[in-house]
């Protein structure tokens, strides 16, 4: 829903594979290329190799009962390969945690460097009105809250 507000390019795959020959593999619950970059990859591709694609700009793992490997050993992954951010959806205890990667390393953020603009204290909001609101309240909820960030930010 974000990214379609300020019309930016983006494309998205679930449940697909990245790997790159003889080295590393990793299969993000959801992972995105933004940009100049969206239509990198067909739209059929399951399994991605990194030695033709670039890896994803995005990459998101829903953490129910993976806390521990997510933050762990796929982050180191994820950095190893150049994933620009990377988000872990801490089901049980009901939180966003963001990284973004530099250097072969990663910092906690709580704005998106890949959505500019995207305040990821708005998806932890909407994550906590998810457990006592329905989806489409939710949803309508925090469109309205990214059209006012996206209206704020252009009047910089």
Same mark, same amino acid.
């Given at each position: 829903?974000?990214?379609?507000?300020?019309?930016?390019?983006?494309?998205?795959?679930? !449940?697909?594979?990245?790997?790159?020959?003889?080295?590393? +593999?990793?299969?993000?619950?959801?992972? /995105?290329?933004?940009?100049?970059?969206?239509?990198?990859?067909?739209?059929? +591709?399951?399994?991605?190799?990194?030695?033709?694609?670039?890896?994803?700009?995005?990459?998101?793992?829903? #953490?129910?009962?993976?806390?521990?490997?997510?933050?762990?050993?796929?982050?180191?992954?994820?950095? +190893?390969?150049?994933?620009? +951010?990377?988000?872990?959806?801490?089901?049980? !205890?009901?939180?966003?945690?963001?990284?973004?990667?530099?250097?072969?390393?990663?910092?906690?953020?709580?704005?998106?460097?890949?959505?500019?603009?995207?305040?990821? !204290?708005?998806?932890?909001?909407?994550?906590?009105?998810?457990?006592?609101? !329905?989806?489409?309240?939710?949803?309508?909820?925090?469109?309205?809250? /990214?059209?006012? #960030?996206?209206?704020?930010?252009?009047?910089?």
């Amino acid at each position: 829903l974000y990214s379609s507000l300020p019309g930016l390019n983006l494309d998205g795959h679930d !449940n697909c594979t990245y790997r790159r020959s003889g080295e590393l +593999e990793v299969q993000p619950d959801a992972s /995105f290329h933004v940009g100049d970059r969206a239509n990198l990859i067909p739209w059929d +591709e399951t399994i991605v190799d990194l030695d033709v694609y670039p890896a994803p700009d995005l990459a998101i793992e829903v #953490a129910y009962s993976s806390l521990g490997d997510d933050l762990g050993e796929k982050r180191l992954i994820y950095e +190893e390969i150049g994933v620009q +951010e990377y988000w872990v959806v801490d089901v049980q !205890n009901v939180r966003l945690l963001a990284f973004s990667m530099i250097e072969q390393g990663s910092q906690r953020i709580t704005r998106s460097r890949v959505l500019p603009g995207l305040d990821l !204290n708005l998806l932890q909001a909407a994550f906590h009105r998810s457990r006592t609101t !329905n989806h489409g309240q939710v949803t309508s909820w925090l469109l309205k809250e /990214f059209q006012r #960030a996206i209206a704020a930010a252009s009047e910089l």
